[in-house]
Structures are given as structure tokens and as C-alpha cells.
């Protein structure tokens, strides 16, 4: 069974700084899809970004990038730039063809201003 | 923007009792799911639903659970006879796409405390 494991439970750094939550993840599957959502204390949860595992090159939106290992089944999640709304619960999911999301537990992250 | 939208948002029950939850995923996706998380732990699949049936479920999707999409607009979930481990927050998710990248969109949730 596949397996994302987010080995941060909570992670706290001031506005402005760099921030990276790490994920890894257990699959013998060669095609599959990660992602990372956020959830604010508002609950709702948001896609951030996403990554096709064919692709080499590393997704990037805006502040959010992410730098993806295959071969390490890593996929870390770096935020530039922290500002006070990134406040958030992070969940890294891996996804296969029409299969099911299966997220990690989640990284609580806070920006201190 | 368009949205999930769950309701309730939270539900007290007695254990035992009947608990019904809704969603009204984004009206032209196709594909609708049902995830719960415990307090404090993480985000666990139930079910998927696709052209009017289950198209994959979890183990935690026992005989107790069942969904439905009674009028082309809700999804709903029901727990039959609900435990105190029921107690959680559901959440529902739509997706245009069944595959890759497909976005799962997802609701607020819906608090179930379980007593």
C-alpha cells in the first residue's frame, strides 16, 4: 500500500523567511501525481501545488516550489518569502491514475510576525 | 468562485443514532468523495463515487456507511448507527477528473461529535 509520511508534526519561522516541509513517500508504482494542500484554521483544504512524477522539472507557483526526488520518494514543499496568511495545516498527498489521495498526516505550520 | 459546500457543520449526535451528512460538490464535476480526520490525526479516504456508484472504498467503509446522490445535486453520507469512534470531521471533495491531476475541491467540512 502506498504510504506519505510528513515527519514535521509543526513547524514555526518569522515572516519573511524561507521555509521547507518535507515528505516522503512509499510507492513501486512509476507514474503518479503528488500534491500540497493547505488547510487554514478556516478548515477548508486548498491545492498549493502539484507535480506530475514524469516531469523532472520541479513545479514552482509564485512563493511555493517544490523540490522532488524520485528516486529519494521525496517531495519537499519550500515557501519564500513567509507571510502571516501561509498559517496552516500543510498535508503532502500522492494520487495514481483515477486512485484515491492518500495524504500524509500533516505538518502544522506558523508564521510569527 | 464556485465551491463544495457541506452542511452541517457540526453535528452532535447520541450514539447509535441515524446521522446523515450533505455536500453540494461544484455542479459540472463528476467525481465525489468522502474523506474523515480525527482530531489530531490525518486525512483518511472513505469512498469514491462516480456515475451514480461507489467506484473505490476504504476499509473504514464498512456495512454502517452508505452515499447516495439522491437529486443530481447533493452527495450525501450516511452512518447507519453511529460509535463514539465516528467522531470526526467529514469531508466532502468533488474533482471535474477522476485521474492525474484532476483538482480535488474540497468542502469546510462537517464536525461529527459522536457521545
Known amino acids: 500500500a502506498q504510504t506519505v509520511t510528513q515527519s514535521q508534526p509543526e513547524m514555526s519561522v518569522q515572516e519573511a523567511e524561507t521555509v521547507t516541509l518535507s515528505c516522503t513517500y512509499d510507492t513501486s508504482e512509476s507514474n503518479y501525481y503528488l500534491f500540497w494542500y493547505k488547510q487554514p484554521p478556516s478548515r477548508q483544504m486548498i491545492l498549493v501545488i502539484r507535480?506530475?512524477?514524469?516531469?523532472?522539472q520541479n513545479a514552482t507557483e509564485n512563493r511555493f516550489s517544490v523540490n522532488f526526488q524520485k528516486a529519494a520518494k521525496s517531495f519537499s514543499l519550500k515557501i519564500s518569502d513567509s507571510q502571516l496568511g501561509d498559517t496552516a495545516m500543510y498535508f503532502c498527498a500522492w494520487r495514481r491514475g483515477a486512485q484515491k489521495l492518500v495524504f500524509g498526516q500533516g505538518t502544522r505550520l506558523t508564521i510569527n510576525p | 468562485e464556485p465551491e463544495v459546500t457541506q452542511t452541517p457543520s457540526h453535528q452532535v449526535t447520541q450514539m447509535g443514532q441515524e446521522v446523515i451528512l450533505r455536500c453540494v460538490p461544484i455542479s459540472n464535476h463528476l467525481y465525489f468523495y468522502w474523506y474523515r480526520q480525527i482530531l489530531g490525526q490525518k486525512v483518511e479516504f472513505l469512498v469514491s463515487?462516480?456515475?451514480?456508484?461507489?467506484?473505490?472504498k476504504s476499509e473504514i467503509f464498512d456495512d454502517q456507511f452508505s452515499v447516495e446522490r439522491p437529486d443530481g445535486s447533493n452527495f450525501t453520507l450516511k452512518i447507519r448507527s453511529t460509535k463514539l469512534e465516528d467522531s470526526a470531521m467529514y469531508f466532502c471533495?468533488?474533482?471535474?477528473?477522476?485521474?492525474?491531476?484532476?483538482?480535488?475541491?474540497f468542502g469546510e467540512g462537517s464536525r461529527l461529535t459522536v457521545l
Open positions: 463515487f462516480y456515475n451514480n456508484e461507489i467506484s473505490e
Open positions: 507535480q506530475e512524477a514524469y516531469k523532472q
Open positions: 471533495a468533488s474533482s471535474e477528473l477522476g485521474v492525474g491531476t484532476g483538482e480535488l475541491f
